[in-house]
């Protein structure tokens, strides 16, 4: 069974950063995709960005430049570098991950999903 856990949430200043894990176990092999998302309070939860089985990533526009996704399969971690960081990314952020390859990982639907980590941004 896949799970998938988030860690590294907190409270910071605007323009401060944060680093958020993903800690993920019980894949079978290396081909799948991973995901970032968010959901701020009274909003639909929005994808911010991915990585693919090949190792491409996208981001959503609002957060281009100022997060960045990696993963390492061999620690079994995804991460998620953000600066810059604004109140609007104020959200819970959760990863979530499918097997296989996506034609677009950003707008997929994602099979295995975490429980989300709080950030939290203020001026």
């Known amino acids: 069974q896949v799970q998938v856990v988030e860690s590294g949430g907190d409270s910071v200043q605007s323009g401060g950063s944060l680093r958020l894990s993903c800690a993920t176990s019980?894949?079978?092999?290396?081909?799948?995709?991973m995901a970032w998302y968010r959901q701020a309070p009274g909003k639909k939860r929005e994808a911010v960005a991915c990585?693919?089985?090949?190792?491409?990533?996208r981001y959503t526009d609002s957060v281009k430049g100022r997060f960045s996704i990696s993963q390492d399969k061999s620690k079994n971690t995804l991460t998620l570098q953000i600066n810059s960081l604004k109140r609007e990314d104020t959200a819970m952020y959760y990863c979530?991950?499918?097997?296989?390859?996506?034609?677009?990982?950003?707008?997929?639907?994602?099979?295995?999903w975490g429980p989300g980590t709080q950030v939290t941004v203020s001026s």
């Open positions: 979530a991950a499918k097997y296989g390859w996506s034609r677009s990982c950003l707008t997929e639907g994602y099979r295995y």
């Open positions: 990585i693919n089985s090949d190792g491409t990533t």
């Open positions: 019980g894949f079978v092999n290396n081909l799948y995709f």
